[in-house]
């Protein structure tokens, strides 16, 4: 008991040492914890040099699938600012927010006011988490009201420096708007109007917004589940019936799929990215959730047919 009484002190005291000696506009012991790579990306555009931002999936992992490690636990809980996608996606995090709560961090849920797809299943009246599309940040719209929600909770932490902060959102929501014009000539200009996807469901946000189908041989939203014979049938449909002959790929998640149907029907395959993940190789490049989303811009003209 003793002994736990001088731990609280020694902590209460090398907090107080550490905000008081650190004088300085850069704050940057205080420390973010993100989970997915676009929410770690808008996150350090809008912070830059001053608090410290980390991201909990390691590059090379994909989501839906990630078991949190107590490393992770002890990370977040070190943290002043939690931002995580949703219950939905992070299935772990509702466990933790008590503890979060205790040790004041505060917790946000970029997906709170936004609108959500829900999976149209007949099978059962109750909504499941499962049952919610995750993949917000595929839509350069949502994106920006996602930045809104992460700035508005960086400056509850670090309010000195909220008209820097402010700004940089300004500055990156601005190329948010180019990216959402770029993908607007992209889905106005192209032949064919449906995105043949052999990965999991990721495009529907970006679908919805530009007004193009996607289909997906998986069901629901997540890819530790096997396609389904149906599914896989409407694609190869889809394949006959619009004459576009190229399937897109995703590289981390089952990309035999795609292989196997591209050569059942004789298409091609191109790269698609969802950016809820990087790879390694991206992530030492610096590669950026811009990167990634024009690269798919490139991939979807030459995929779908854009003319000019
Ligand atoms: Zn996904």
């Known amino acids: 008991m003793k002994i736990k009484n001088l731990i609280i002190i020694l902590v209460m005291f090398i907090s107080l ?134 700035l508005e909770n960086i400056i509850k932490i670090d309010p000195d420096n909220a008209d820097f902060y402010r700004q940089n959102a300004s500055n990156y929501k601005q190329e948010l708007v180019k990216l959402d014009l770029a993908y607007q000539d992209l889905f106005t200009k192209i032949e064919h109007k449906t995105i043949i996807f052999g990965g999991h469901f990721v495009f529907g946000y970006l679908a919805e917004r530009y007004g193009v189908e996607h289909v997906s041989p998986y069901k629901g939203f997540s890819p530790d589940t096997l396609p389904t014979t149906k599914n896989l049938q409407n694609l190869v449909k889809v394949i006959e019936t619009t004459g576009n002959r190229t399937i897109f790929y995703e590289e981390l998640i089952n990309p035999e799929v795609a292989e196997i149907i591209a050569k059942e029907t004789g298409a091609k395959l191109l790269p698609l990215n969802g950016a809820g993940y990087i790879t390694k190789a991206d992530y030492e490049s610096g590669v950026t959730y811009l990167d990634l989303m024009y690269q798919n811009i490139e991939n979807l003209k030459k995929g779908l047919n854009y003319h000019e």
């Open 17 to 150: 040492f550490l905000v008081t000696g650190c004088s300085t506009r850069s704050n940057y012991n205080v420390t973010i914890t993100t989970t997915i790579f676009p929410l770690y990306d808008f996150t350090r555009q809008i912070t830059q040099d001053k608090l410290s931002v980390k991201m909990i999936l390691p590059p090379g992992n994909e989501p839906h699938t990630y078991q949190l490690k107590p490393q992770d636990i002890l990370t977040i809980r070190k943290s002043k600012l939690f931002i995580y996608t949703g219950p939905f996606l992070e299935v772990w995090a509702d466990k933790l927010i008590d503890v979060l709560d205790e040790d004041k961090v505060l917790v946000v849920n970029v997906s709170d006011n936004l609108e959500l797809h829900h999976e149209d299943d007949d099978d059962h009246d109750h909504k499941h988490h499962h049952d919610v599309d995750p993949h917000i940040w595929v839509d350069p719209i949502l994106a920006q009201k996602i930045v809104d929600n992460i």
